[in-house]
């Protein structure tokens, strides 16, 4: 399956080039670009934002902007994760936490947070700053929430639910509905895109969430059972557990935030419980969501550009 | 010598009751309310704010969310600032990073910081807009580069002025000429008073780092030598060790970045080559900087205000 066509291919490295010109000036920036923005990314949100702008009459230019604008707010909030999670590596490559600094990493993350706050108000749109200014304080409400959460040994459904739209769905709706609202004044238009894009976003991180129960790890290109051991209780491990005896729950607790040297087990059990079935079928509903908004969406192209991300975001396997 | 009149003080108040309602939603964040803020912070930022926007025909409450907006921006920066400098305490409480964990004081941070984003966007002026985003993304340019010289064991008087004023000037010049821009349309009272207040804001600093070289630790309300102990060269350092001879130079370096227990040596060695002296040449050069800038105030109330902030400034014990 191709996730991303030619055209929109060649967009996005104009807004690659953007953010190179916009954020290199600085000299430690400049060390750091390709740690920051390296290429292994999907860029699904300033795809997102290029699918929903597509086909207006506007300027393309403020098109990428509004893209890297959406992709540096990302990548900020990536590099604050990577300090509060500890992680040594992204996509494979080093995170500023571990190359540099905890410290480089909190500054990093706010000079590419204000950066990206420049960029709006050159946009001059206050429906887009509104959305956007929401959207960073919802993904960081999100982030908090799910801090709470670490270490408890009983977590709602609604709770992870929330973790996944604040933290991942809500950035996907708002680089759709504030790419639509750069190409025209159509509130139905709007409320289609975004709502479609939020629920891709909330599938995404379920099938995250899922890809890190795997039982190849070669196949996904990264290791697994990382939430576990981070003593996170994501969909899989959350269903297991649900339907889990006491013994088996036990056995899930003892495990979650050690070191796991032996997935074999983990993985077998989280499976038989239903943990992998169950969410799937949680993915299914939001994917389901996603195409009857998508299929409410006028245009022919952008309808089947967002079909596209939602079957991507169903059967990725990386 | 009095820092806030009467009237000032009321306002600061609505201000504050203004930042409570408007944070306090959130019950993680009711929490850590008083550890964020505490009455002992100066507010001499908001307090910029009020006074360079006072006596205009605006609304009394956009000067209140004004004033707020300022006080969370800065706020946020010193929760990460703590994270950065891994504080335990701030103004006598414990710091969020130490009461909790890094990674709430990050995602605290950033919650705060979008907050104050979207309290921003409804002031609906993109001129406010415009500096408030360019202020932030300065400040954490200066944090940055703070970041870069800790260690150093030679920095440049060019890095330190650059240092103070991106981290303290920059501030204090944005809230004055925001409250200029909300007040009126009048580009030489807002030159004038932004000038003042970043003047102000860097002799603010300077005589920080005067104080954190004090004999009398008691009278000023916490630890001396902070900053020696951080591998932090600051202005009465960076004197001292312009004029001291290689063995006292030797003798700086190596106490750059170790604990101190015995404070007298390094105090009176920094007196006696003149890091103290020096220090209070260059704060009077700002001093007088703003003090001209406040005369061209055309406003007596507002002159008046902006002397006393100045004067203030220079002659701070705490």
Redesign the interface.
Known sequence: MKLINTAYKKELNQVNNLLKSEIID?A?IQELYSYIFNKNGKQLRPLLCLISSSGGSKKSSKRFELAAIIELLHTATLV?DD??DESPIRRGLKTINSSWT???G??????I???A??M??KL?N?KI??EL??A??D???G???Q??LIGKKNVSLDDLKKVSYYKTGRLFEAAARCGALLKENDKKYENNISNCAKNIGIAFQIRDDILDYSNNAKAIGKPVLQDIQENKITYPLYFAMASADLKDRQYFKNRLGSKISKNNKILEKVERLGGITESNKLLDIYIKKSISYANKIDSKNIREEMLNLAKFSYERTK
Chains 1, 2 share one sequence.
């Open positions: 600085e430690l604050h300090v509060v905890n410290s480089h909190v500054l990093l993350g706010d000079f947070y204000s950066k706050f420049i709006m108000v001059k206050i700053l509104n200014s929401k960073t304080n993904i960081s409400k982030e908090l929430i801090l709470e």
